[in-house]
């Protein structure tokens, strides 16, 4: 079965300074990968996906992902922390489609943290 | 494009009333899913649909819940008797998936921030 592990359920940065944020998966296949970000009452956007092109991907806001099949990890990277940024970010790995049983599974979630 | 539409975005009801949060999915897309977020358990799928048949109740908590999608335009999440332990955010999301390779990911509605008292 897919599964992903958010390594860090709460990560800091400073303004300006770069961000990481970790997340391992288990796949039985080639998986689909994807970052959602989650701001303060509202509801989950798509940052970026990886569906086996690419493996550096380029997501909306400067945030990218590298997937890495040997260290089975999906890494969301930004050069430069904003303020704007302080969301909380889910990892998710996609269940096999085409035989009806295609669904997303979460990572429980890191809360990112800007300071000024 | 709207997006995903969810009504209402605040409920506030009573223990033992019944509360339906509604859906509108993005015109084309053949899967729906509710989902469910609390601080305690994150967020849990608690049933899909594709092309409006319902594939994945196993996270549907208990027979309290029930969904429903008549047509490709709108689902339903119903709770009766809700309870004090069912308030959360109730999250519909909808997707396209064409080939195997088709992943686009999902498109999340705002969600219904639901307060049982």
């Known amino acids: 079965a897919q599964s992903v592990t958010q390594l860090d359920s709460h990560v800091s940065v400073s303004e300006g300074t770069p961000v990481l944020l970790r997340c391992n998966y288990s796949?039985?296949?080639?998986?689909?990968l994807f970052w959602y970000v989650q701001h303060p009452n509202k509801g989950l956007q798509l940052l970026l996906k990886?569906?086996?092109?690419?493996?550096l991907v380029k997501g909306i806001n400067g945030f990218e992902a590298e997937f890495k099949k040997s260290e089975t990890s999906f890494h969301l990277t930004k050069p430069s922390a904003h303020m704007s940024d302080a969301a909380e970010y889910f990892c998710v790995v996609s269940d096999l489609p085409g035989d009806s049983s295609y669904k997303l599974i979460f990572g429980s979630g890191t809360r990112l943290l800007v300071r000024p | 494009d709207a997006g995903v539409i969810q009504s209402p975005r605040h409920e506030v009801t009573e223990m033992g009333q019944e509360v339906t949060l509604r859906c509108k999915p993005i015109s084309g897309h053949d899967y729906l899913f509710w989902y469910r977020q609390t601080m305690m358990r994150g967020l849990e799928l608690l049933i899909y649909f594709n092309n409006n048949v319902p594939i994945d109740d196993s996270g549907m908590p208990e027979d309290r819940f029930s969904a429903k999608m008549p047509n490709a335009s709108f689902s339903t999440l119903k709770i009766q008797p809700s309870e004090p332990r069912d308030s959360a955010v109730y999250f519909c999301a909808s997707s396209l998936a064409g080939d195997r390779e088709g992943i686009y990911g999902y498109t999340f509605g705002s969600g219904t921030r639901l307060t049982v008292v």
């Open positions: 990886y569906t086996s092109a690419a493996t």
């Open positions: 796949s039985s296949y080639s998986p689909s």
